[in-house]
């Protein structure tokens, strides 16, 4: 099956190809080079696909280089929004996170991710709750954003990832478990302000180009994915830079 994207980037080349064949064509059209450039493409449609594949490539690049331009504009809120939720605070280097709690890539990412936490204190981690997997994924997300000043919230956070089947119910047992005045977060991920946070992290992902979870950025790097080692690599090199700087 023809995923949409690849679907449009090959609806794409087709196009172009139907260009190309127009910007070839004499005053009066060369039917004969027509039928032979017809019959070639359906004798070998792997040039369709190749040039699809291409588009695709360069749409990719197109939106990742947008979403690096956007950073610069959207820094402040990238990385020193009051209302996030922040491991380290004190840190120099700045790592941001978007994920959802129903994601199974950020559930794979999340014990390294507080593993990189523990053994990078000069590394402040910002948790970003980009919901994109529904009602549950919300729950969690408006209970984390609820529970934040109760002290235990990468706790929490670690305990929601490492759970398998997660919906609200388990979410709140789980906060129970870690002895969180239950009410008290749920009153707060339910208000307005929490809403507005919500929709605040879904708009910087959109103005970032940002479609998926995780999503990891460092600096001017955009990191899609669970991609840990270049999320490494990342933090090496600003610290080196850094270091360069001092």
């Known amino acids: 099956m023809i995923l949409p994207r690849r679907a449009g980037a090959l609806a794409a080349s087709l196009a172009l190809s139907g260009m190309l064949l127009s910007a070839c064509t004499p005053a009066k059209p060369d039917k004969d080079f027509g039928e032979k450039v017809r019959a070639y493409l359906l004798e070998h449609p792997e040039v369709l696909l190749e040039v699809s ?6 749409q990719a690049a ?7 331009k956007a950073l610069s504009q959207y820094r402040q809120a990238l990385e ?3 209302r996030d939720f922040v491991a380290n605070p004190n840190g120099s280097i700045t790592v941001t996170e978007f994920f959802d709690y129903k994601c199974g890539y950020c ?8 593993k ?4 990078n204190p000069d590394v402040r981690f910002v948790f970003k709750e980009f919901v994109i997997f529904g ?4 729950a969690a997300a408006r209970l984390m954003i ?20 997660l919906d609200e119910a388990s979410a709140l047992r789980i906060a129970r478990s870690l002895g969180l005045d239950v009410a008290k977060a749920r009153a707060v991920g339910a208000s307005a302000a929490t809403t507005q946070h919500l929709a605040d992290i879904r708009g910087l992902a959109q103005s970032l180009a940002i479609e998926g979870t995780p999503a990891f950025i460092v600096g001017d790097t955009i990191i899609p994915g669970a991609d ?19």
């Open 135 to 138: 009602n549950d994924s919300e």
């Open 62 to 68: 197109k939106t990742a280089e947008a979403g690096r």
């Open 80 to 82: 020193r929004d009051p």
């Open 107 to 114: 559930r794979v990412a999340a014990p390294e991710v507080v």
């Open 228 to 246: 840990m080692q270049a999320l490494k690599l990342a933090i090496a090199n600003t610290k080196a830079a850094a270091l360069k700087k001092s």
């Open 116 to 119: 990189l936490i523990a053994e």
């Open 53 to 58: 594949a291409k588009l695709e490539q360069k």
């Open 146 to 165: 609820g529970a934040k000043d109760q002290g235990k919230t990468l706790q929490l956070h670690q305990a929601l990832m490492a759970e398998k089947s």
